[in-house]
Nanobody, 138 residues
Framework: DVQLVESGGGLVQTGGSLRLSCTTS????????IGWFRQAPGKEREGVSC????????SYAESVKGRFTITSDNAKNTVYLQLDSVKPEDTAVYYC???????????????????????????????WGQGTQVTVSS
């Protein structure tokens, strides 16, 4: 069975940094995508960033672009989300999830577009971690 475990959440001041980790198990190849999502109280779960494990193509939500960085270490089966210049509105429970998409693309631009669309869809991901709380104090 596929399993994902998040860690690294905590309390951080506005403008500070935090690194989240998502350690996976149960995959038999690198042909999958890991996404980071977050859910604040009273709000819907939203996509933050994702990365393809086969070739490390990345995608970011506009709200975090330039502040968050997603990376992967395939040898450790771990995906990281570096949170820099955090804001109070980044406060949420952060989840990592695994999905089998996006579908193959004929060129890089199409691949990036398909990944961006794929990573917005909560329903596209079939396996989820338990979440880790990130709280940004003002």
């Amino acid at each position: 069975d596929v399993q994902l475990v998040e860690s690294g959440g905590g309390l951080v001041q506005t403008g500070g940094s935090l690194r989240l980790s998502c350690t996976t198990s149960g995959f038999t190849s690198d042909d999958y995508t890991i996404g980071w999502f977050r859910q604040a109280p009273g709000k819907e779960r939203e996509g933050v960033s994702c990365i393809t494990m086969s070739d490390a193509v990345t995608s970011y939500a506009e709200s975090v672009k330039g502040r968050f960085t997603i990376t992967s270490d395939n040898a450790k089966n771990t995906v990281y989300l570096q949170l820099d210049s955090v804001k109070p509105e980044d406060t949420a429970v952060y989840y990592c999830a695994a999905g089998d998409g996006p579908s193959a693309a004929p060129d890089r631009i199409t691949r990036l577009l398909r990944l961006w669309i794929y990573c917005r869809g909560v329903g596209s991901f079939h396996s989820w971690g338990q979440g880790t709380q990130v709280t940004v104090s003002s």
